[in-house]
């Protein structure tokens, strides 16, 4: 992939966060996602590549999507998959609540599980920890072997888990161990990419949640040197069939990283819609001047670049500002 790529896809994360921001708090959730949707299909046809989307919005969300096997770019460049969340949080964002993110995760062609919108076991960590753990350790040896790896004691260790009845017996497991919680409600993404990023002092990602978003968050892990595992969860056996015919002859084998994001090159973007532990969102700073806060990096040279950028929203006419 050209690294002038990885710039290129932060201009089209700026367009989604920008187009949905405008629905910040207003409690509707589908328009939220058709603006940032519309506003990142338009941008991407500006951009030099051949791609071709192989994990779009979730089905479950009854929401426009950015389709499965959709073209996007000019048509000429590199050939590659991408994977995209135009707003990663709906409901965050339809709430006024935090951590709502544009995200995107580009990689070689045939690179990206083309993982089924369904749910998936995930563990995360950063790069101290990465080929130390396993999903099949139980939580307690998990959580010992990450606080050794991060020089922590148990009691300073932080693990992030989604807010949901299905995580409590292990979220009290966790405490049981003597080791911090921090709850979230919506937007795994950005609470996995938090393992790898030293300052938010968050430490371990465990919990069942979206498919779709764990491969995207494995592509953000990979650039950071850190370490997603996972297991998809089919539910019934429409699901198993559906694992099975993208290529997994067990539904329930255990994912390493090669098997997520394969190849040595990946590159992800993110804008903050809302602010969260990883990006500040969008700021509307008066007179239709905006300012958003970006992060795009990429595998193969583990660069990490941080955007701050304003925009003219009066120059900016892919956005429908009449709300």
Known sequence: MDRELALEIVRVTEAAALASAQWMGRGKKNEADDAAT??????????????????????????????????????????????????????????G???AMAVIAIADKGNLLHAPDMYMEKI?????????????????????????????????????IQERDRHQELIDRIRAKGAR???????????????????????????TGGAPEGVISAAALKCLGGEMQARLVPM?????????RMGLEDPRQLLHMEDLVAGDDAIFAATGVSSGEMLEGVK????????????????????????????????????????
């Not at 991407?44 to 969300?61: H, K, P, Q, R």
């Not at 019934?236 to 099975?244: A, I, L």
């Open 38 to 95: 519309t506003a990142m299909r338009t941008m991407f046809d500006s951009v030099n590549m051949a791609g071709t989307v192989v994990i779009g919005e979730g089905e479950l969300d009854e929401a426009p999507m950015l389709y499965i096997g959709e073209k996007l770019g000019t048509g000429n460049g590199p050939e590659v998959d991408i994977a995209v969340d135009p707003l990663e949080g709906t409901n965050i964002v339809a709430k």
């Open 97 to 99: 609540h935090a951590n």
């Open 124 to 160: 995360a960590v950063g790069p101290n920890a990465a080929g130390k753990i396993s999903l099949d350790d139980p939580i307690e040896t998990t959580i010992e072997i990450v606080a050794e790896a991060n020089n922590k004691r148990i009691r300073d260790l932080t693990v992030i």
């Open 181 to 207: 919680v921090k709850l979230f409600g919506d937007g795994d993404v950005g609470a996995s990419i938090a393992t790898a990023l030293q300052w938010t002092g968050i430490d371990l990602f465990v919990g």
């Open 236 to 244: 019934n056996e429409e699901e198993e069939v559906r694992c099975r």
């Open 284 to 323: 509307f700073l008066g007179g239709n001047l905006v300012e958003t806060h970006s992060i795009v990096m990429r595998a193969k040279t583990k660069t990490v670049r941080y955007v701050k950028a304003h925009h003219h929203l009066d120059h900016k006419p892919y956005l429908n500002l009449n709300i």
